[in-house]
C-alpha cells in the first residue's frame, strides 16, 4: 500500500463514526469460530511459521516495533497511555497502581491504517488480532496486556510471544536503594511494595535488595517433592530438574513503578518506557546449555521455568537450592556492579565461582574432591566424556581454558609438618 493513505494524519477524523462503522462491519462479514491466529511463538516450542500471506505482502498480523519507532520515528507514548484506562481493574484493592496495562487505542492507528482496519478479511481484518483475541463480532475481548506478568486472570488470554525488547535494569544503581523493609500485599508478589531505604552494609551479607526482585522459583524447601516433575524409575544417578533451580525474574512493572512513578521525581517516569525498555539487538548466537528436547521428554510445561533454563548460558544444571548455595551471598557468583544487561555475556556466571572461598567444586588436587578435577581428568583420559555435573550440552564439548584456569596451583609443598 502506498505511503499517501499512511501519510494523512492530519485530517480530522471522528472515531465515534469509525467506530460505528467498524462495529457494523463486523456485524456484516458474520462471525467465524476459528480461533485467531498466533502471532509469535515462545521461545519453548519449535518455531512455527504461519504460513505466509501471499496478498497483501505486509504482514498484518504482527506489530513490529522497528517498523514504528525506527523507520516511523513514532514515540512510545504516542500510542502507549500511562496509565491506560482500565488501572484500576487489572489489579484489585492495595495491589493497584497506575499501570500501562492495556493495548493502545484505535485512534494511535487509525490516521495511518484506516484501509486495513476497513479491509475486506474474514471474520475479521487481520490487524485486529494483534490486540483481539477472536476478533469476531461476538467476541471483543483483548488479549491480557504483556505487562501484567503478575496478573492471572482466567477469564483473560495471554498471547505466548517473543518479545523484541530487552529491559535496560541498572543493577549498580539499585544494589543499596531497594529494600526489604515495607511488606508485600500478598504472598504472591503480586505487588512489591519496596521503598528507598539505605540498607547498612554488612560484609559478606547479600544484599537485602536481590531477593526483592529475585526469589527461588518452586523451591523444594521442606517438601519431600524433589522433582519438578515424575522421573522415571530408572532414573538412578541421572540428571531431573528439580525444583528450586530456578530464581525468577520480574514480569512486571510492580518492583519498578512504587518508586519510578510520576509522583516520586525518580527517573525514569513510568511514561519513559524507552529508557527501560530498548529494541533488542540480535543475540541470536548466544550459546545457551540447554536442550529443548530434554525439556520436552521431561514433560516441562512451565512456561516461566522454560524461559528462564533456556536463557541459561553457564550452568545449564546449577540448582540455587543445591547443597550450600543458599547459605552463599548472591555476589558471590554474580558481580551485578559489572552487569549490562543489554550485553548478556556480561552476566555470565565465571566459573572460578564454583571454588567459592573453601574451594568445594573447584580444589587444588582431584583428591581434594572438586568435581571439575575429576571431569577434566576424565576429559583428558577419554575426550568422549561427556561433564553432566553443572552442564546440560556444554559437557560434550571440548574443556575450555577458563576451567583449566581456574583451578588453583598447589602452594610449594612443605616437606616436613
Ligand atoms: C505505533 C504504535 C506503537 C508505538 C509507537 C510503540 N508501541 Fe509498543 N506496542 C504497540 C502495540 C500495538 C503492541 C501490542 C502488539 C505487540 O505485542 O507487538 C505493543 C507492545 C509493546 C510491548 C510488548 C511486546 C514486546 O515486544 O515486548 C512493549 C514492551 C512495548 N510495546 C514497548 C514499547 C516501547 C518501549 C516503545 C517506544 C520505544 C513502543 N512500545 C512504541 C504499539 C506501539
Ligand atoms: C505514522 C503512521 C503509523 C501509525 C500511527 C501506525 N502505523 Fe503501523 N505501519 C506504518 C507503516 C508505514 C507501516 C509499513 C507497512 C505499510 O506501509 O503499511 C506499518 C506497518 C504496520 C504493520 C505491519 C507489520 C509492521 O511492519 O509493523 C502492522 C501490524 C501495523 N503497522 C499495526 C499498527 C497498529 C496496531 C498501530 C496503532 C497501535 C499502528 N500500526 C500505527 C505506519 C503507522
Ligand atoms: C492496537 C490494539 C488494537 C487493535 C489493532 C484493534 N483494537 Fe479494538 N480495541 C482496542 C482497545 C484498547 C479497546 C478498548 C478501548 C476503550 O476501552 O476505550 C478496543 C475496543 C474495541 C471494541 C469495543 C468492545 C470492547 O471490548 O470495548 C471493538 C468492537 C473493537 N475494539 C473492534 C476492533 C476491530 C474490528 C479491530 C480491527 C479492525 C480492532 N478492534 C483493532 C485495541 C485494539
Ligand atoms: C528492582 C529489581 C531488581 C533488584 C533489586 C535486583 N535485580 Fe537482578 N534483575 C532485575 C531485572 C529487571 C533483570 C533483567 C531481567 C531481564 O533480562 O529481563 C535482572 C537480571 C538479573 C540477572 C540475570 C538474569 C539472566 O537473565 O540471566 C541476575 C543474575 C541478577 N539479576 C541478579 C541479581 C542480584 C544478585 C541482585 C542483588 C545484588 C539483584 N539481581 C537485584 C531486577 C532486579
Ligand atoms: C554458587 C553460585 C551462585 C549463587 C550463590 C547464586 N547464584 Fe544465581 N545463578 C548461578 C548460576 C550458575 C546461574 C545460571 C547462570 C547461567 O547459566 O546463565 C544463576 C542464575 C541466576 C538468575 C537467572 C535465573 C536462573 O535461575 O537461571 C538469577 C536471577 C539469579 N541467579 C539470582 C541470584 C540471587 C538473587 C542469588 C542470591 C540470593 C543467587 N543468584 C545466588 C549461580 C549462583
Ligand atoms: C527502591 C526504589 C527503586 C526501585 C524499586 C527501582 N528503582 Fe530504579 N532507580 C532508583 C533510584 C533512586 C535511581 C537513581 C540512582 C542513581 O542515579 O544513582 C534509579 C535509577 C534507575 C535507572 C537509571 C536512570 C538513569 O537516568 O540512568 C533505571 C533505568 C531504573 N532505575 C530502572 C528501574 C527498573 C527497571 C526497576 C524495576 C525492575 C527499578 N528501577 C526499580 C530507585 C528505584
Ligand atoms: C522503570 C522502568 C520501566 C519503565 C519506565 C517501563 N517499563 Fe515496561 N517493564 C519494565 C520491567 C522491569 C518489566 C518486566 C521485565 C520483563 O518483562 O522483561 C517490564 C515489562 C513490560 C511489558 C511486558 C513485556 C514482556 O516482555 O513480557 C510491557 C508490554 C511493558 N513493560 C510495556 C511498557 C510500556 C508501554 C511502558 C511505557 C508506557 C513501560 N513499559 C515503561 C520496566 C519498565
Ligand atoms: C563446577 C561446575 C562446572 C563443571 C564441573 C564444568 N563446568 Fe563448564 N562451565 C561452568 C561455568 C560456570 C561456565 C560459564 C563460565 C564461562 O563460560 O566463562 C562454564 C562454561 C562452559 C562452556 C562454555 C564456554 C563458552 O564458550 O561459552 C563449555 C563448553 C564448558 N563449560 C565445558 C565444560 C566441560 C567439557 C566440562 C568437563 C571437563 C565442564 N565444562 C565442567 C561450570 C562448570
Redesign the pocket.
Known sequence: MGREQIRNRKSGFHYYVVFAALLLLCFVTGESSSASPQRRVSRASPQKKLPAPKTPRVDYLR???PT??EQ?K???D???KVPSKNWKEVRAGNAAFPDVSD??EHS??LNCHRQQFFARERPAPLICA??HVKNSPRDTSRYLF??LGDVSDPAKQRRE?????AVAFPHDKHIDVVGLNTPRTDDNARALFVNVSFQEKKKDATPASCPVCHQTYQPQGNSSEEFVTKPPNSIGDNFWLKRGTFKTIPNSHAACFTCHNADSGIAPEPKD??VC?K?RTADANLKVDFDPKLANDMGIKDAAIVARWSRRMSAGAFRHEGGEHPDLNCLSCHNVATFNVLDVKTLKVPVRSCGGAEGCHVTATTDDGGILNFEIDQKKKDPAFVCTKCHIVFGKEAVPENHQAAIPTLPAKKTDD
Do not use: K, Q
Open positions: 506489530f513490529s516495533h514504528h519507532v516511523e513514532l514515540a512510545c504516542s500510542c502507549h493495548f493502545p494511535s492507528c494483534n490486540c504483556p505487562s510471544f517473543v518479545s523484541e525488547f518506557c524507552n525498555h529494541l
